[in-house]
């Protein structure tokens, strides 16, 4: 059990460490380009590009993170009202959909980043290879479907327990 905590938390901290190394970039970018064309002195065609890439880079390694932490919002209104073991089938009922969404999209996208790589598509300042940019949609959520799962089976695991009653005391 220690040893999944340890994975779990050394993929948390690979995306927030990358998440924020590609805010920092970003920031950067943004800075330097839009300093430049107010003052006149230079201009960077490629900082918005970039920018943008980085963006959705930032959003899909983003949503795998929030999943570490249960940052996901849930409506509880009707699964509250269940007994535990109606939470616990509905639950794991919401694990697999969320997963199986997550995964078919991932899926799908490998065949549009497959046509960018065949057909040669760049980006239109930085002439990046198009399928390295929409490579962030497939990875984002298959980190996403595997952090999801992780956090939702453990506290689907602790449901009922005096552990669920101190793990929701600790979010606030």
Do not use: C
């Amino acid at each position: 059990m220690e040893e999944k905590n340890k994975k779990k938390v050394s993929l948390g901290k690979i995306e927030e460490v990358l998440g924020g190394v590609l805010l920092a970039i970003m920031a950067v970018v943004v800075f330097v380009g839009t300093g430049g064309r107010y003052t006149k002195i230079f201009s960077l065609p490629w900082a918005d590009e970039l920018s943008r890439y980085l963006m959705v880079w930032m959003i899909f390694v983003g949503v795998a993170a929030g999943a570490n932490y249960g940052e996901h919002f849930h409506v509880t209104a009707f699964t509250g009202k269940l007994p535990i073991k109606g939470q616990r089938g509905l639950g794991y009922f919401r694990i697999a959909l969320v997963s199986l969404f997550s995964l078919y999209v991932a899926y799908k996208m490998f065949y549009l980043i497959q046509r960018a790589f065949t057909t040669n598509q760049l980006s239109p300042a930085l002439h990046l290879p198009m399928g390295v940019i929409y490579m962030a949609v497939p990875l984002g959520m298959f980190f996403f479907a595997f952090s999801y799962a992780i956090h939702e089976l453990a506290k689907l695991k602790a449901l009922g327990t005096t552990q669920e009653v101190e793990d929701e005391v600790s979010d606030y």
